[in-house]
């Protein structure tokens, strides 16, 4: 890597963080809740350890996938109506995801604690798939869920949760306080 790029500038959560144009209600709330899974999982206790997670917080997490696929299911069922009358008017419900970036980033220590790194995929997973939810076909339908897209975060979710199974059965390290760059052996704190 050059020694001018920024590391700031290669942080997904960086990258990811700006407010995305909607036409679709359900996308925003679909996308808002999987940025507040991310949320909850850099806060997770877990994020301290060096590796691997807990089972409460997979238990939690796989709970979390089933609540975005139940509101997938239920705004698939709800019929489109027909919105003639409307055309010209933008109706708009813009998705913003600096706020809750900005929450991951100020509970992950702004990347100088650096979470554990299984959390951390899990919490990128999370703002990636809502990331592609709202840049997704359905964001620009007044309503409705677009059936590609939906195969797509399905198949998403999906990854995650086996993700998930597969780090929940990992190994848990967790290193001392002392365990820091450059400390001395026998070091107390």
Known sequence: MAE?????????LTVYSKVYPNKNLAVRRICLFMLECAVNASREASASQ???IESYMAKRQKEYI???????????????????????????????MTEPIQQIKTATGEG?????????????????????FASS??????AGIDIHDRERLDNN?????????????????????????????????
Not at 4 to 12: A, C
Not at 118 to 130: A, G, Q, Y
């Open 66 to 96: 089933t609540a975005v696929k139940a509101s997938l299911d239920a705004e698939a069922k709800l019929p489109v109506t027909d919105a003639a009358g409307l055309t010209g008017y933008e109706v708009g419900y813009p998705i913003d």
């Open 112 to 132: 100088k604690r650096g979470l554990n790194e299984d959390v951390e995929r899990i919490v990128f997973d999370w703002v990636e798939n809502s990331v592609q």
């Open 4 to 12: 001018d790029t920024n590391v700031e500038q290669l942080n997904p």
């Open 50 to 52: 060096t590796t691997g």
């Open 157 to 189: 979710l999906d990854a995650l949760g086996q993700l998930i199974d597969t780090l929940q059965q990992g190994p848990k390290v967790d290193f001392a306080a002392t365990a820091e760059p450059g400390a001395r052996a026998g070091a107390t704190v």
């Open 137 to 142: 076909n359905t964001a620009g339908m007044r």
